[in-house]
């Protein structure tokens, strides 16, 4: 089978932990060339994946004639910079979220991509779970008839730390809403078929002493008529957290635990419930959860293979790069709600 070469644009940090080695088990995906900051450590990750060539700058990688295409998984406050040289480059891009730090500059990478006629991605891994793709079968059916109402919740434990990049605004564009709730706004809008038109938002930084948000809720309204929640917290201690994902609809519900992830995996549970008329003792007790077998495999695997098929065969982009764009739309007006306390159309 043909494969894409690959080169990767800061290879230190989740490539190393799990794209790259979601790469090696791609099919149709070669990893060529490795970047890291300096030459030691670029090195040493091209030694771990066996890959051909280290570097220590992007212009060297994106000058290596092999490489077709780069994932970038550099600190945000580099994407900007990346994407636009890959792009003149002639090289097809995966990018990691959030592409970049305002709604122009993502405008401009979008827009910079489809000028040079490459193709370009972005790293909302989750739309691969089995269980979301599960999901999306099952809403597009109509299984639980019309979806009003979903709510997701993506945490974790980040305290202070010294230098690092996600904790100042600058740097990263904003806390646990741009880094973390970003993939379940993705998912509720790839999910239901729906963009979100107006945001409600309470952002905080409660717990922590940095620049961004340690706390956010954002309230949304569907283009479909229904409503939305994301919560996203840096301040709840990782194994307290359910990573609860629900959808409901008007004829039943999609209730996850632990699918919003960096593995494949979870609980999820499908109710179908065809209500035949108002029981004024809302009994619940009726409905089974359906047994709804999955094969979990690799995300990371999965967003390489896809990217590189389209590569190859000119199939559609399952992650778009303009869908980041679009939830950077969200996240901008949920930061610019939360600050003035007023609804902000997106
Ligand atoms: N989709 C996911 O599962 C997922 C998970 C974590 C992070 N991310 C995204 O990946 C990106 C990186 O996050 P991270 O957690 O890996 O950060 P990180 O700090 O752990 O790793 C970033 C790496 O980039 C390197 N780097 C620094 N400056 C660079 C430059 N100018 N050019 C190239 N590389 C440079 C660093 O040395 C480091 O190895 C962010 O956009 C983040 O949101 C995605």
Redesign the pocket.
């Known amino acids: 089978m043909k494969k894409v070469k690959w080169g990767v ?7 190393d932990r ?1 794209t790259i080695p979601g790469m090696m088990l791609a099919k149709n995906a070669e990893l060529v060339a490795v ?3 300096n030459m030691e ?1 670029a090195e040493r990750i091209r030694a771990k994946y066996n890959a051909k060539r280290a570097y220590d700058n ?1 212009d060297a990688l994106l000058a290596d004639p092999e490489v077709e295409a780069v994932y970038i ?4 406050i ?2 900007k910079e ?1 994407v636009l040289k890959a792009a003149k480059a002639g090289k097809h891009i995966l990018c ?3 592409i970049a730090l305002s709604v122009p500059a993502c405008e401009e990478l979008v827009e910079a991509c489809n000028e040079a006629g490459v193709l370009s991605a972005t ?1 909302f ?1 989750m739309r691969y779970h089995a269980y979301h793709q599960k999901m999306k079968e099952f809403i597009s059916e109509g299984k639980i008839g019309d979806v009003v109402f979903c709510r997701g919740q993506f945490s974790c434990w980040y305290p202070d730390m010294e230098g690092a ?1 996600r904790q100042n605004k600058k740097l990263s564009g904003g806390g646990a809403l741009i ?1 973390m709730g970003v993939h379940a706004i993705d998912l509720i809008q790839y999910l239901t078929d729906s963009k979100v038109t107006k945001v409600a938002a309470l952002n905080d930084t409660k717990t922590f002493q940095y620049s961004v948000d340690d706390s956010s809720c954002v309230l949304m309204k569907l283009s479909n008529g229904a409503t939305a929640h994301v919560d996203s917290n840096f301040n709840i201690p990782d194994a307290a957290s359910l990573s609860l994902f629900e959808i409901y609809g008007t004829k039943g519900s999609i209730i996850a635990e632990g699918t919003l992830s ?1 593995e494949e995996g979870g609980k999820v549970r499908f109710m179908v419930s065809d209500v035949a008329g108002y029981d004024a003792n809302q009994n619940r007790n009726q409905v089974k959860p359906l047994d709804v077998p999955v094969t979990f495999g690799n995300m990371y695997t999965k967003e390489i293979e896809s990217f590189s098929n389209s590569i190859l065969t000119g199939a559609p982009i399952q992650v778009p790069m303009s869908d980041a764009l679009y939830v950077q739309r969200i996240v901008t007006a949920a930061y610019e709600s939360g600050e003035k306390e007023i609804f902000v159309e997106v």
Do not use: C
């Open positions: 644009l800061g290879a230190g940090g989740i490539a799990r970047m890291e900051i450590f992007t998984a550099s600190p945000v580099y994407h990346q990691e979220k959030p790293g891994m990049w880094d960096q």
